[in-house]
C-alpha cells in the first residue's frame, strides 16, 4: 500500500532517508516542470531541482503542514529558479544545441528554428502562466492539481491556461496546431 505524502513528510522528519526518497519520487516531475519552466533548459532545470531536493531534506523541520508539501517544494523550486535567471550571464552559449547532419541539413534547420519560435513564444509568457503551460501539457496534471501545487485555484488555471493558449496560437500562427 502506497504511503500518503503527509506520512512520508512525517517519517523523513525523523530522518528516514526511504521516505524522502519516495517524496523525490513523486514530486520530481512536477518540480523539473517548474523548473524548466523558468530555465528552458533541461541541465540547469535538472540541477536546480537536486538543489531544491537538498534544501527541503536540510529545511523539512520548518514545513508546518505536511499536506502542503507539495506547494512547498514547487515555491522553492520557483524562488530556486528566480535566483537562477538573475545570476544567468547574459548571452551565455546553450551547450545542448545539436548539430544535424549533413543528410538532415535542411530538416533540422526548420526542426530547430520550429523550436526556437515555440520556446521564444513561451518565454513570452508571465511565469505563472508559463508553469501552468508546463505542468499541463508537459507532466499531464489536472487543473486542480496545478493548483495546489501553485497554490491556485483550478479556475485560475483554467483562466490562466485558456489566456496561455490564446496568447501562443497568436504568437505561433502558421507555425505549429496549438490545441487545447
Known amino acids: 500500500m502506497e504511503r500518503s505524502v ?4 512525517a517519517a523523513a522528519k525523523l530522518h528516514d532517508a526511504e521516505a524522502f526518497t519516495a517524496l ?5 516531475g512536477i518540480a523539473l516542470s517548474i523548473a524548466y519552466a523558468h530555465t528552458r533548459h533541461a541541465a540547469d532545470a535538472g540541477d536546480l531541482v537536486q538543489e ?11 514545513l508546518d503542514d505536511p499536506s502542503r508539501f507539495g506547494h512547498w517544494l514547487g515555491r522553492m523550486v520557483r524562488n530556486l529558479a528566480i535566483d537562477w535567471r538573475r ?8 551547450p545542448d544545441i545539436d548539430v544535424p547532419g549533413p543528410a538532415a541539413v535542411t530538416t533540422a534547420m526548420e526542426s530547430r528554428e520550429q523550436k526556437s519560435q515555440i520556446d521564444r513564444a513561451l518565454a513570452s509568457l508571465d511565469e505563472l502562466s508559463k508553469a ?10 489536472s487543473s486542480k492539481e496545478i493548483g495546489d501545487v501553485l ?18 496560437r497568436d504568437r505561433l ?4 496546431n496549438v490545441n487545447d
Open 24 to 28: 523525490i519520487a513523486r514530486f520530481e
Open 87 to 94: 545570476r544567468k550571464r547574459p548571452g551565455a552559449l546553450d
Open 132 to 141: 501552468c503551460v508546463t505542468l499541463r501539457y508537459y507532466e499531464g496534471m
Open 52 to 62: 531544491c531536493f537538498m534544501r527541503a531534506w536540510q529545511r523539512l523541520d520548518s
Open 6 to 9: 503527509e506520512e512520508l513528510v
Open 151 to 168: 497554490d491556485l485555484s483550478a479556475a485560475a488555471v483554467d483562466m490562466r491556461l485558456s489566456r496561455a493558449r490564446n496568447q501562443l
Open 173 to 176: 500562427a502558421g507555425v505549429v
